[in-house]
């Protein structure tokens, strides 16, 4: 995307711009696209930023009904513990013409696959039930008796291999591999360099704020805080409720920073201090992450730390 080379994003719900790392360089490079399309239930961020050419779409939420040829349609959730729930929608739709998102995955597929008697599109849409035989056929351990199973009070249980200590390896035992070095953080510690977490609240979900009272830590009140230790804060010269400005401690010819922040005394190991996500992404190069996975090393971003007049 920085480099030109993505010329148009279709989005089926979601706040990518916000989610991802180096969120100014993102937003300057996602507005040079030609096309944007987002498809949403409510506005968000990624909103903001459209393209040469951009469409904001609605679709239909799960609180809403979903009429389909067969009937009003359920679908289903699956939650932290791994317990997957029928969710069916109630409210009226505010137009007819508002379409879910499967009816818009097939819609799409429809005339951007070749047909094949395979490709069940239009018998799909009409009954979602039949995706998830599809699901059970292709999953039976996880999704036996799906279609029954997902109307059971609190859901059915999908199962974890790992807590159950099943492990799916060519001799059934649990594979371990040691680290080539000890450090892993792609950068060693500096003075005045300090190693950023990004952490979440127990009242957001993804890149969705819903309060601002982080029960967890016992912070209240807002989100533009940096927590570091009372030792660090009293070697660098701060004080307590001081604020500051996080800068990315990285020479590849970016200034990445985030200021506004109010600096708060927390017991955290010395070099380590702490800020929310998504509002530190832009703090995060975007070549700063895991080796294998490519996921962004948002548990640990070199910066460092200024006071504010």
């Not at 401690?249 to 380590?272: N, S």
Request: charged content about 25%.
């Amino acid at each position: 995307l920085f480099a030109g080379k993505v010329r148009a994003f279709v989005s089926l719900g979601g706040n990518l711009v916000r989610a991802v790392p180096d969120q100014k360089r993102m937003e300057e490079a996602w507005a040079k696209q030609d096309l944007t399309v987002m498809i949403s239930t409510k506005l968000n961020r990624s909103h903001l930023f459209p393209g040469k050419q951009a469409y904001i779409l609605p679709c239909l939420g799960r609180f809403e009904r979903d009429e389909q040829a067969s009937g009003n349609q359920s679908v289903t959730t699956e939650d932290s513990f791994s317990m997957i729930n029928a969710s069916i929608g109630h409210a009226e739709p505010v137009s007819d013409a508002v379409k879910s998102e499967l009816a818009i995955v097939t819609g799409i597929a429809k005339v951007a696959v070749d047909p094949s008697a395979a490709l069940k599109w239009d018998e799909w849409t009409a009954d979602y039930s039949l995706v998830r035989d599809l699901i059970e056929h292709t999953y039976p351990d996880d999704f036996r008796d799906y279609n029954a199973r997902m109307y059971e009070a609190g859901g059915f249980y999908r199962g974890n291999g790992a807590h159950e200590r099943v492990w799916k390896t060519p001799d059934g035992k649990a594979v371990f591999t040691t680290p080539g070095q000890l450090n892993s953080l792609g950068f060693q510690d500096a003075p005045g360099r300090y190693r950023l977490i990004t952490m979440r609240s127990n009242d957001q979900f993804n890149t969705t704020i819903y309060g601002y009272s982080d029960r967890l830590r016992g912070l209240e009140g807002s989100r533009d805080i940096l927590l570091m230790s009372p030792e660090d804060i009293a070697e660098a010269g701060f004080i307590d409720g001081q604020t500051v400005t996080l800068v990315t401690d990285v020479d590849d010819g970016q200034d990445r920073r985030l200021g506004g922040l109010t600096l708060t005394a927390y017991k955290l190991p010395r070099g380590t201090i702490a800020s929310y996500y998504p509002e530190c992404n832009v703090l995060v190069p975007i070549g700063h992450h895991d080796q294998l996975s490519k996921t962004p090393a948002s548990k640990s971003v070199p910066v460092r730390v200024e006071a504010e007049a």
